[in-house]
């Protein structure tokens, strides 16, 4: 079956901008969770969403969101970019049900530079 | 809160090397725990996974096990390969109605033949 795709895989935009990023879950899978990977912090949790409704969220500014849509794919927006944000953004999909007996599917990301 | 310690690399080894990597965590509760791995230019894929305490995880020669005594889940490959060259992440989930994966700072491996 196909695995989670996700794009564009690389962006660069200008500081200011803003920039939407786009999440296919593997078909079937309801949770979709993003993450930030950078040298200097690692592997950071940004939300998760599950049908529909974000379900838990990390330590991040308000102009990261996130959404999902009814057929469960997600998009990720970072407004008022910072060249701090500049980081393979990645996405996650379960089935769902949490409790961490589930395994997690990663796409190939997507490498953010922010100039 | 929920965290994971994990070993500080890069770890280089000669092929058919014995390979240890150290990973312990804080949790309150019972987490599950994971090793992924990254390859150059890729997401993480799983490489194994133990959710209660005692459990071995195994997957591709690799092993680790949940010791929930001393709070770790160190991973361990017998003979290692050029091939398992790549960035390797411990993580666990607190538990309850989420997914979220909280992850150590991962550990490059780099195998010279």
């Known amino acids: 079956k196909a695995g989670v795709t996700q794009t564009p895989r690389y962006l660069i935009k200008t500081r200011g901008q803003q920039v939407t990023l786009s999440c296919s879950p593997i078909?079937?899978?309801?949770?979709v969770s993003w993450y930030q990977q950078t040298p200097g912090q690692g592997l950071q949790f940004l939300f998760e969403?599950?049908?529909?409704?974000?379900?838990n969220k990390g330590n991040f500014p308000g102009r990261f969101s996130g959404r999902q849509f009814s057929n469960s794919r997600s998009e990720m927006n970072v407004s008022t970019l910072e060249l701090g944000d500049s980081a393979l953004y990645l996405c996650?999909?379960?089935?769902?049900?949490?409790?961490?007996?589930?395994?997690?599917?990663f796409g190939q990301g997507t490498r953010l530079t922010v100039v | 809160g929920n965290s994971v310690t994990q070993m500080e690399g890069p770890v280089t080894l000669s092929e058919e090397a014995f390979l240890t990597i150290n990973c312990t965590y804080t949790?309150?509760?019972?987490?599950?725990l994971f090793w992924y791995v990254q390859y150059p230019g890729e997401g993480l894929q799983l490489l194994l996974k133990?959710?209660?305490?005692?459990d071995k995880g195994s997957n591709k020669g690799f092993e680790a096990t949940y010791r929930k005594e001393t709070t770790s889940f160190h991973l361990e490959k017998g003979s290692v390969q050029v091939s398992d060259s790549a960035v390797y992440f411990c993580a666990l989930t607190g538990g309850g109605a989420t997914n979220k994966l909280i992850f150590g700072t991962g550990t490059l491996l780099a195998v010279q033949p």
């Open positions: 078909s079937g899978h309801r949770s």
């Open positions: 949790a309150t509760g019972y987490p599950s």
């Open positions: 133990a959710t209660k305490a005692d």
């Open positions: 969403y599950f049908s529909e409704t974000q379900r």
């Open positions: 996650a999909s379960s089935l769902g049900h949490g409790g961490g007996d589930t395994e997690a599917f």
